[in-house]
Structures are given as C-alpha cells and as structure tokens.
C-alpha cells in the first residue's frame, strides 16, 4: 500500500507541475480561452491521447478496446459510438481541427438504416443528443438530418399500451422488445426528444416522450417514490426498491432538467413532489458521512445501505436546484468512496466502507458533480478532488493506448474496456472543472445525462 499510495503521490505532484502539452493552434482555430491554463490544458492532452489510440485502433468503429488495441461494436454494425460522442467535448475543448475532421466524418459515414436492434435509452443519450449538441454548436444541418431521421426510427419504442417505451427497437423495421424496463430508460428521453421536436417543428418527439414520462409519475407510490423495474405493457411494478443509483437516476435528472430547458410546468410540478419524497425517505445520515439509501417505494422502510458510483451523479440534480447544501456533503461521502481505494468502486456498504461491487467503469459522475458545484459554490474544495481524479485517472487506468477501465479497483486489474462515455463525460466535465468560468455557462446551458450540452436556441 505504502508503494501505491506513494506511486499516487508522485502522479499527483507530476500533474500539478506540469504545464502541459502544448497543443498546436491552427489560423482558423476558434479558441474558446486564450489560456485555459495548465490543468485543464493537462486534461486536453489527456482527451488527445484517449482520442488518438481511438483514432489509430478503432476508427469508423464504436468503441476503443485498449489492452488488445483493438474494436467493438456494439451491435456488430457501427454506429459510430465514439465519434458521435465526442464531438462536442473536441468543440469545447477547442481541438477545432480534429473536430472539423470528426464531424465530416460523421457526415459521409453516419447510417441509421440497419437491420439491428438497439437499446433506445443508450442510442438516445449518446447519439441523439451528441447530434443534437454537435448541431447547436456547429450549425451542420446534416446532423440535424441525422438526429431527426434517428428520432423517426426510435419512435415506434413507443407503441405499448401504457406509451412508455420498450427497452429495444429495431431501427430497419421497427420491431420492438424488452417490455420489462426502469425509470431510467422511461424517463431518460424528452431532452433530446424534446429538443428535436423544437428544432424540426415535429411535436410528436416532444409529445411520445413526455407522455412516457407522464406515464411513468402516473405510477409513483402514495408516498411519492417509483420503483426500480416496471413492465411498460402493464404499468406494473416489478421491483419496488427505490433509490437515486442506476436504473432510476436519469429519470429525476430529467425531471428537473425538462422544466429549465423548456419551461415545462407539468415537469416542475413532478420535479418538485419528488424531490420532496427523496427528501424525505432516503437521505442517511451516519457516522461515515450523508448518504442516500434505498427503501421500499411503498412504506418508505430501508431496505439496502448500498451506494455506487452512478449515485454520485445527484448531488450535481441538487446543485442545480439550488439544494447547495445536501449536495456538498453528499459530495464528500462519494469523494470518501473514491479515496477509499484511489478510484470509487462500482458499489460500496456506507455503513461500513467495504466494497461491495469492486469495478470502475471510467465513470463520470461524481466529477460531473464536482463540476457543478465548482460553478455554483466558487470553493477551491472541488478542483482539489479534481486533481485527485485526473492523477488517479492517470495513474491507474491509462494504458498504453487509451484509458482501461479497472475490474478491481483494490488490486487495479484493467478491463479491456473504453466506453464513449469516458470522452463524452468524464474527461469534458474534469476540463470544464479546471477552464475559465466563462467556457460555459451553466444557467444557460442543459446537459443531458450524457453531457451533451442542450441550448434554448428555438
């Protein structure tokens, strides 16, 4: 441990004292900063070198597999995963050129038209709205053309009995499966769908997708609280534990996020019961710091200490509604998780620190979170846990080419695994952490759960 925690030491110190890489300024490059200074420049050099093995092994494919240098697809037949969802991180980051040489390349290569079924939820977020945001930043209307003629083939997930989704749709012919679904993949649309209906001007996107989640509130306990797996044919419940973690998350981020990007009041009324029904029934407060447990939907009565990685996400939802204050000490339990080990495990028991599920899957969450409330707090708390995270980063999952997720994060066994998501969120959100404030605007802009940045341009 002693030869660990100093390897960490010294990832950290070579971090901090680096000026970074210098990246090379081309004469029609856009540069959103003069000088984003020397972390976040650290954190772009790292995106690059993440981007680049892509580049070299897995181009025209989904995703970098980065200890066998090789590919994978997700469907067998690329959608072209990663280069959708990292389009605009490079526009942010201000890699101009090799955006300009990604986004053509989605423009020649980019097809829909395949006889594969894929899973709505994860198309949505990663493509619909890496389209979406890629067409807001760049004016490209080809990806608007690809985002609408995406939309059109996902819509037919919404032909059940209840109009909540089904888990799969065939995007050739429309056949659909997987009735037995979550919150998450119910709820986790009307940003992107909703912001497709308002740049075409076809309501249908807006309507399918606010029903579903209308659908979904509809059937919320008498207390207030959903479950964690429903059948979109019955509107029954399958499985009553509720929580904040993987399976519910996204659909209370959209909640919120629906009522800031469109004024919806129908979502602030839904946001603002359930808010007030979390408050109320899963917060825990122990010796080991604030943390959010799960209950049974019905009675409120706790049923699991568990919390994950994929919680960390909401104490990002509670900066944003304005709850600073449940969000900063949530935010230091999840940091207590990641320095735990060196890297937040998949999974722990709060009530006793032991990793329970020992996987990290390069996971975003609770950086996004660092980032929100580095924006809304201004305290120099939150770039200390992201110069933790990136030399973590470092230290323990950059492979020789790319990043490796871990399949212990106590013995550090990598995962030939590079999911988009690591480009798409982790890395963006940490240089977003470390660039001037005025990169973005966080009143202004709506990220999805995929940090694809959504804006009121209609």
Not at 10 to 25: D, F, G, K, M, P
Not at 201 to 219: E, H, M, P
Request: glycine content about 6%; charged content about 25%; overall charge negative.
């Amino acid at each position: 441990m002693k030869a660990k925690s100093a390897g960490l030491r010294a990832a950290i110190i070579l971090l901090l004292s680096l000026t970074a890489y210098a990246q090379e300024r081309h004469p029609n490059a856009v540069q959103l900063s003069d000088d984003p200074g020397p972390m976040a420049k650290q954190v772009r050099s790292e995106f690059l070198y993440a981007w680049n093995a892509y580049k070299q092994y897995a181009w025209g494919h989904d995703e970098l597999k980065p200890l066998t240098q090789s590919y994978h697809d997700w469907y067998g037949s690329s959608l072209d995963m990663t280069a959708v969802d990292s389009l605009d991180t490079l526009i942010l980051m201000g890699l101009n050129e090799e955006a300009d040489k990604d986004r053509t390349f989605i423009d020649q290569n980019l097809s829909f038209d395949k006889d594969i079924s894929v899973k709505v939820f994860e198309v949505n977020i990663r493509l619909l709205g890496g389209l979406l945001s890629g067409y807001q930043l760049t004016g490209d209307k080809r990806l608007l053309e690809l985002a609408e003629d995406l939309g059109n083939r996902l819509l037919p997930a919404f032909n059940s009995p209840t109009g909540m989704p089904y888990m799969y749709v065939n995007l050739k012919t429309g056949q659909t499966k997987g009735a037995e679904s979550n919150p998450a993949e119910v709820g986790t649309l009307l940003l992107e769908f909703g912001t497709l209906s308002k740049l075409t001007g076809q309501t249908v996107f807006y309507d399918k997708a606010k029903n579903a989640l209308v659908a979904l509130y509809s059937r919320r306990s008498k207390i207030g609280l959903v479950g964690s797996s429903i059948n979109v044919e019955t509107g029954k419940w399958i499985d009553t534990t509720s929580h904040i973690s993987g399976g519910i998350d996204s659909y209370y981020e959209y909640l919120l996020k629906s009522w800031l990007l469109f004024g919806d009041k129908d979502c602030e009324k839904m946001w603002k019961s359930s808010i007030q029904a979390i408050d109320k029934y899963l917060p825990d407060s122990t010796k080991t710091g604030l943390w959010y447990s799960q209950v049974d939907m019905n009675t409120g009565k706790r049923v699991s200490t568990h919390f994950g990685a994929l919680d960390a996400f909401f104490p990002a939802v509670l900066a944003r509604s304005g709850d600073m204050d449940r969000a900063k000490h949530l935010e230091e339990s999840a940091y207590k998780m990641w320095t735990a080990s060196g890297v937040e495990p998949e999974e722990i028991d709060y009530t006793t620190m032991k990793v329970v599920s020992p996987g990290y899957a390069l996971r975003p969450e609770i950086i996004e979170s660092a980032y929100y409330l580095s924006y809304y707090s201004k305290d120099s708390r939150y770039l200390e846990m992201a110069s933790t995270f990136i030399a973590s980063l470092v230290h323990y999952c950059k492979a020789n080419a790319g990043y490796a997720a871990l399949r212990n994060v106590e013995s550090h066994e990598r995962a030939d695994e590079m999911q988009s998501y690591f480009l798409a969120e982790t890395l963006k959100y940490l240089y977003l952490l470390f660039a001037p404030r005025d990169t973005l605007d966080l009143n202004q802009v709506v990220f999805n759960t995929e940090a694809h940045p959504l804006r009121k341009t209609w």
